[in-house]
């Protein structure tokens, strides 16, 4: 599956944005999806995570409460609603997906996108 996030862009502190991940074909429905975050001079971070069906989600403590994963089987598109931003959330966001039976939040993607430069500015 090719996966390709947007909806970054440029907000002030406190401010929300919503990024989209449009998978290239069906077989999304079948992947647990993923959303991690890069900061400049950082490592690749996890933020968020859900189940192929979106039955179960999975949160960093950094964006719990502020952050919300959710996804559209039927139209193939993956989301992050993002509230109440901070600078440190300042980074290149990801979409991933993992396949197979068992579920594993953090890691073992199988699949990564483009990432959408989200800057928040204080």
């Known amino acids: 599956v090719q996966l390709q996030a947007s909806g970054g862009g440029l907000v002030q502190a406190g401010g929300s944005l919503r990024l989209s991940c449009a998978a290239s074909?069906?077989?999304?429905?079948?992947?647990?999806m993923g959303w991690f975050r890069q900061a400049p001079g950082k490592e690749r971070e996890f933020v968020a995570a859900?189940?192929?069906?979106?039955?179960?989600?999975y949160y960093a403590d950094s964006v719990k409460g502020r952050f919300t994963i959710s996804r559209d089987n039927a139209k193939n598109v993956l989301y992050l609603q993002m509230n109440s931003l901070k600078p440190e959330d300042t980074a290149v966001y990801y979409c991933?997906?993992?396949?197979?039976?068992?579920?594993?939040?953090?890691?073992?993607?199988?699949?990564w996108g483009r990432g959408t430069q989200v800057t928040v500015s204080s």
């Open positions: 859900i189940t192929w069906r979106g039955g179960s989600t």
């Open positions: 074909d069906r077989t999304f429905r079948n992947y647990h």
């Open positions: 991933a997906a993992q396949s197979g039976i068992r579920w594993s939040p953090e890691k073992g993607y199988n699949y």
